[in-house]
């Protein structure tokens, strides 16, 4: 157990980070890998909407029967699903480094999740032949991913994770 961890002070509140302690290494090393993943994923969403204007020539080329109207509607499907994975992605790399730096088991347990997820994905990634620059993103992004999921899981950190745990 974490001694240097205080139980809930006067009115039962726990503060943000306990008085002259801060997480074990292993959880400040996830954190900070959550955050290379924000960045790393802000990089990929930036360079996803530079190269979004070849969206348009690659679909006609690949469907040459579709319709202007059609190839429209796909394009605009494709900037729409772009600036939304862009935003959640970097928005939960961000969510999930302030949840468990501050010793919130269930971010542990979701971050966990969402590393199996993008495990999924990294697959598809792969399967798909996309472009090199995506697979590399892709392959960086799950790395950060695994690194940050193994931090969290060390002995130093489950004891952090399980003292924060009962002081609620």
């Known amino acids: 157990m974490y001694e240097n961890y205080p139980s809930t002070g006067a009115g039962g509140q726990l503060p943000e980070t306990p008085v002259g302690a801060e997480p074990p290494r292993s959880v400040q090393t996830a954190v900070r890998l959550m955050y290379a993943g924000a960045i790393i994923s802000g990089i990929s969403f930036i360079l996803g909407l530079v190269t979004i204007g070849s969206v348009r020539h690659t679909l006609e080329k690949d469907y040459p029967t579709y319709s202007a109207s059609k190839i429209s509607t796909l394009v605009n499907a494709e900037i729409a699903i772009v600036v939304i994975a862009g935003i959640i992605g970097v928005g939960l790399?961000?969510?999930?480094?302030w949840a468990n730096k501050r010793g919130r088991n269930w971010a542990r347990i979701t971050g966990t999740v969402f590393f199996g997820l993008y495990t999924l994905d990294l697959i598809f990634v792969a399967a798909r032949s996309a472009s090199g620059?995506?697979?590399?993103?892709?392959?960086?992004?799950?790395?950060v991913g695994l690194g940050a999921t193994i931090?969290?899981?060390?002995?130093?950190?489950?004891?952090?994770?399980?003292?924060?745990?009962?002081?609620?």
């Open 93 to 97: 790399w961000l969510w999930m480094a």
């Open 133 to 143: 620059i995506s697979t590399v993103f892709a392959i960086v992004t799950w790395l």
């Open 151 to 168: 931090m969290l899981w060390r002995r130093d950190s489950t004891a952090f994770f399980k003292d924060r745990e009962q002081v609620f």
